[in-house]
């Protein structure tokens, strides 16, 4: 097996890890980097890091903090600068202090009345002063989770940040609509009666703090509506999963298929869900409305009951990587762990698959993002550009549509959610989005092929004492079909993933210098027809995660002297075929970074880094691209542009 070795600047340093959730998680398998025959004192590293003193140049003057500092995480805006909100709501404001073991912040809000809207945009405006950890958190509304963001870890002289979400795919938690009886204990009939005007939202976030931790988090959230026409709107999502275009009138006649209109398509592919069930809400959990999975055995399930009208399925799901598995991707096998003796024990390989079942069957899954928290590696490369979704960590959508033929006869089903190779701990969750009938109480399917072979995996091991170089391949294919007939007609739904993984992680220099590189590649095709080999409609997404990280330790003047470079990038692309016409929808989002620090015990004595990052995101012909270069912990460029071809 073969396996590219990436092309990257050797630098000097070593990874480690970050306190993402309030349990102290102990240093990831990374920190084998420092461990020394000759010094076994490196094995005790400290597991988690802060930023103290003159860490960071732009916030200090001989020591003494001058300013708070803004942190940014550079995506596409959800609505363009000008723009004026037709209503706002706001739904919580709360100050995390010593939330740990605390169930989460809980506030109720009304859906918006006489407001016009098509565009939702979710606004966390956040805050804190002092020495703290970076902290995991999740929104949650009805149950349902819309954002899973985490904390810039802050300074003395303070630190706050906004997060901006595009939530319209969430629209049926936001409006007075008819109650569909679906879950947990209801029929599946369909009621006249509407939905409470009132809302449940919930926020999780366990902070720690004491004598030595005196960051609090404050926390203001808001619900933004806007009510947006024509192409001056920016790129409406990260995916055409997610949101896929509205095709202009005219389109429509080119197509040459008389049975295709704008109402059919937009039912088919376009609009939002009409329902969304939680699948891993737990009203008796003080841990949040997520599933905590602490091995790879400890696969979770939830009970969902759907109306008989559902037409169209899709799972998305949210997870998060923490404690020995944050840094997965760069774990050895568990045998090189074992023959060093070295503890705490990180390893099971750099392999991890989040996947899906329904009531046992194999649904899909994906291997996830390696998303790198604001403590991770080194802080001050993440000082004031945190990495990419950091901020707002991206969910992963399965269309499940085929598997109507099972979900539509009004009994209880297990939606199971698990991590293959997983070791303690990760937070997963998901909600089933569902679109209803609105002709017809009663949908018809049938759940016709299901191919899902075992993924597959070769290694390419090696090593001598603390140095080894680790190689591994894996790669899955499935297969589903099935039909659905409702008022849309009868269709048939033929559904292909597939991805490919590849990892190597190489450890020399007596376990000092270790150079990680992975990269996940997805492709997904789905096709609708109307007929035998008549295609209605085809959505098409391919995404690819590179990840480089290259990083070596040495001795410092007053503690440890750690270098590092980290190059990662999230590519997604997206077309939706109708007819003869294709709509495109592709982003690319990139960073480098490399830094510095000298640290003692938990805290940063000094050091500095630098980050160049690049987003482009082009929406069947509508464009954003902004370009941002930091130092030393100030901005130096954060230019955007809605020209194509800026650069």
Not at 117 to 140: F, K
Not at 487 to 514: P, W
Not at 617 to 640: F, P
Request: glycine residues 8%; aromatic residues 10%; contains cysteine.
């Amino acid at each position: 097996m073969k396996v590219r070795r990436p092309r990257f600047v050797p630098s000097l340093y070593r990874p480690w890890p970050a306190s993402t959730f309030s349990t102290p998680p102990p240093v990831v398998a990374v920190a084998v980097l420092l461990l020394c025959v000759a010094s076994q004192a490196r094995a005790n590293l400290p597991d988690r890091y802060t930023l103290r003193g003159g860490a960071l140049s732009s916030s200090y003057r001989g020591g003494q903090p001058q300013e708070p500092q803004e942190y940014i995480d550079p995506t596409n805006p959800p609505v363009l600068p000008n723009e004026v909100p037709a209503c706002s709501v706001q739904l919580l404001e709360q100050d995390f202090a010593h939330t740990y073991g605390s169930p989460p912040a809980y506030s109720n809000f009304s859906a918006p009345e006489n407001c016009q809207w098509n565009r939702a945009v979710l606004e966390m405006s956040a805050s804190c002063t002092g020495e703290q950890y970076d902290r995991i958190s999740g929104v949650w509304i009805d149950s349902v989770e819309v954002l899973r963001t985490s904390t810039a870890e802050p300074t003395p002289a303070g630190v706050f940040w906004t997060v901006r979400k595009d939530v319209t795919r969430y629209s049926s938690l936001l409006v007075t609509r008819e109650r569909h009886q679906a879950c947990r204990g209801g029929g599946a009939r369909r009621r006249r009666d509407t939905l409470p005007k009132l809302r449940h939202v919930w926020v999780m976030l366990e902070n720690i703090v004491d004598d030595v931790y005196t960051g609090i988090y404050h926390l203001n959230l808001t619900l933004h509506f806007y009510q947006e026409g024509g192409d001056q709107a920016p790129p409406r999502s990260r995916s055409l999963l997610e949101a896929p275009p509205r095709l202009p009138p005219l389109l429509i006649e080119q197509f040459g298929t008389g049975s295709l209109n704008q109402e059919r398509l937009d039912l088919l592919v376009s609009k939002p869900a009409d329902l969304i069930l939680p699948v891993s809400h737990d009203k008796g959990s003080n841990e949040g409305f997520w599933f905590r999975i602490q091995r790879e055995a400890d696969a979770r399930t939830g009970n969902v009951q759907i109306p008989k009208h559902a037409y169209r399925a899709v799972l998305e799901i949210y997870a998060s990587a923490h404690g020995d598995d944050e840094f997965w991707y760069s774990n050895p096998p568990s045998y090189y762990i074992d023959q060093n003796r070295i503890t705490p024990r990180r390893g099971n390989g750099a392999f991890r698959e989040v996947y899906a079942t329904i009531d046992g069957l194999y649904a899909g899954s994906v291997v996830p993002f390696p998303v790198v928290f604001t403590g991770g590696f080194n802080p001050l490369l993440w000082a004031p550009v945190v990495a990419i979704g950091a901020f707002d960590l991206p969910s992963y959508s399965l269309d499940v549509t085929p598997f109507l033929g099972i979900l539509l006869n009004g009994n209880t089903h297990r939606v199971g959610l698990g991590v293959s190779y997983g070791i303690p701990f990760w937070l997963v969750g998901a909600n089933l989005h569902l679109w209803l009938d609105p002709q017809s109480n009663s949908v018809s399917a049938h759940f016709l092929k299901h191919q899902a072979p075992p993924v597959s995996i070769n290694y390419s091991n090696k090593s001598q004492n603390l140095d080894g170089q680790f190689k591994l391949e894996a790669e899955r294919v499935a297969h589903f079909e099935g039909w659905v007939r409702s008022s849309l007609g009868n269709l048939t739904y033929f559904l292909d993933q597939q991805y490919k993984f590849r990892s190597s992680i190489s450890i020399e220099n007596n376990g000092n210098t270790k150079e990680v590189y992975s990269k996940a590649k997805f492709k997904t095709d789905m096709r609708i027809e109307d007929a035998p080999n008549v295609i209605l409609a085809r959505l098409y997404h391919k995404a690819k995660y590179p990840i480089t990280v290259y990083t070596a330790a040495g001795p410092g003047q007053q503690g440890t002297y750690l270098r590092t470079n980290v190059s990662h990038t999230m590519y997604e692309k997206g077309a939706l075929t109708v007819g003869s016409t294709i709509f495109l929808n592709s982003f690319a989002h990139s960073q480098n970074s490399q830094g510095w620090m000298e640290y003692k015990n938990h805290s940063v004595l000094s050091g500095s880094a630098s980050s160049q990052q690049t987003y482009k995101h082009n929406d069947n012909g509508i464009c954003y691209i902004r370009i941002v270069n930091a130092e030393g912990g100030n901005l130096l460029r954060d230019q955007s542009s809605t020209d194509c071809h800026f650069a």
